[in-house]
């Protein structure tokens, strides 16, 4: 198994996460730099060519791509310990919890959308910073509301970690990068705290990948 | 079972197919008018935190939000005909090709993007269209791509319709408000023809609903 990575993907941080909590390491790890535009390159596009992180490739030379697809095919091919509960309406739940940060915030604050940003608009490193922090909080305010459920117990779900909860984790991350303070969501910010107690989610901290800024 | 729903919505469009290919009829359809805000009244707010539709309401007031949350939930509540196949794999290529459209592309062509932007940014309609066409054409070249694997057969993921036909029928709706033309595509183009020939896609058509515009 061979994953296409960089250290600042929030995506590729997800799928770390589940590997880890799955027990699998992949034999390469295939540094991807989005900073440097590799994911536009020829190699990678033949990869994948909408030109993103994560890819995990299987042995059989299967691609897999979209980093909510690869979290439930590994939930499928490996299914201990599971990613989603096992009733119909709280597997909805955990899903749409983890497409509010997979769907409606990350894809505006990834590089391809910073960019576009920068050339048409002309908006400069505070405005993509102002532009990101905006859609964040956004979410962050939406999730709040949403776990303020009696659906939610230790973490996002009940009391066994979910999708929902590798995305929030996802979610706390890009709150750091885009300088949005978690304070003002209390069982976001607790869930979070919990969640990075756990090695799975610790060590895939991707402050702790190859590549990555030191002493931040 | 209830619907929140708006005629422009292709979150929501998504999930009328699902239904229609379920044969399940929704006891009542509520209209959240997202060009007028309805979605920001507190009484939906309520019902979805995050100002988003579409939610389905269940029986037992069970609250579902999120489209693919949604499609997964009435797939696993109602299995036939399913909506992904069964291999672990090819459930995985189905899953990512629905998240190129419903991940990456339509959450940035949403209306509390394009009003942020034409806030933010000043971009004008001619501005906003531009926008959505670029992030369209992207994914469109993108999925293209994909859609030339051997994988594909009469529809996305081989001769089932699954996740990957009800996402791209919305993609290529969204390329119709944002003025993009699908011949550059024509393995996209082919599938999005084949699945309006389906009464389950042709009547949930977002033109064909209460509210939309005449003669467009």
Redesign the interface.
């Given at each position: 198994m061979k994953l296409f990575s960089f250290w600042r993907s929030l995506a590729t941080f997800r799928v770390r996460i589940a590997l880890n909590l799955k027990g699998i390491t992949p034999d390469e790890i295939v540094e991807i730099n989005l900073l440097k535009g590799d994911q536009r390159g020829d190699s990678f596009r033949k990869v994948?060519?909408?030109?993103?992180i994560p890819s995990l490739v299987?042995d059989d030379g299967?691609v897999?791509?979209?980093s909510?697809?690869?979290l439930?095919?590994l939930d499928?091919?490996h299914p201990h310990p599971p990613l989603l509960p096992k009733e119909?309406?709280a597997?909805?739940?955990a899903?749409?919890l983890?497409?509010?940060v997979?769907?409606?915030?990350?894809?505006?604050t990834v590089p391809?959308?910073r960019e576009?940003l920068a050339r048409?608009?002309k908006?400069d490193d505070a405005g993509v910073i102002k532009?990101g922090n905006?859609w964040l909080s956004?979410?962050l305010?939406?999730l709040e509301?949403?776990l303020q459920s009696p659906e939610t117990g230790r973490y996002c779900q009940g009391d066994q970690v979910t999708v929902a909860d590798i995305c929030l984790a996802s979610q706390s991350v890009g709150a750091f990068y885009f300088k949005c303070d978690l304070a003002p969501y209390p069982t976001v910010k607790r869930i979070v705290d919990e969640l990075f107690t756990i090695d799975a989610f610790a060590r895939a901290h991707p402050l702790k990948q190859p590549g990555a800024p030191a002493g931040v």
């Amino acid at each position: 198994m061979k994953l296409f990575s960089f250290w600042r993907s929030l995506a590729t941080f997800r799928v770390r996460i589940a590997l880890n909590l799955k027990g699998i390491t992949p034999d390469e790890i295939v540094e991807i730099n989005l900073l440097k535009g590799d994911q536009r390159g020829d190699s990678f596009r033949k990869v994948n060519p909408m030109m993103a992180i994560p890819s995990l490739v299987e042995d059989d030379g299967t691609v897999l791509f979209e980093s909510l697809a690869i979290l439930e095919y590994l939930d499928e091919a490996h299914p201990h310990p599971p990613l989603l509960p096992k009733e119909p309406k709280a597997r909805a739940r955990a899903r749409a919890l983890a497409q509010i940060v997979a769907c409606d915030t990350h894809p505006l604050t990834v590089p391809r959308v910073r960019e576009y940003l920068a050339r048409e608009y002309k908006v400069d490193d505070a405005g993509v910073i102002k532009w990101g922090n905006h859609w964040l909080s956004e979410a962050l305010a939406g999730l709040e509301t949403h776990l303020q459920s009696p659906e939610t117990g230790r973490y996002c779900q009940g009391d066994q970690v979910t999708v929902a909860d590798i995305c929030l984790a996802s979610q706390s991350v890009g709150a750091f990068y885009f300088k949005c303070d978690l304070a003002p969501y209390p069982t976001v910010k607790r869930i979070v705290d919990e969640l990075f107690t756990i090695d799975a989610f610790a060590r895939a901290h991707p402050l702790k990948q190859p590549g990555a800024p030191a002493g931040v």
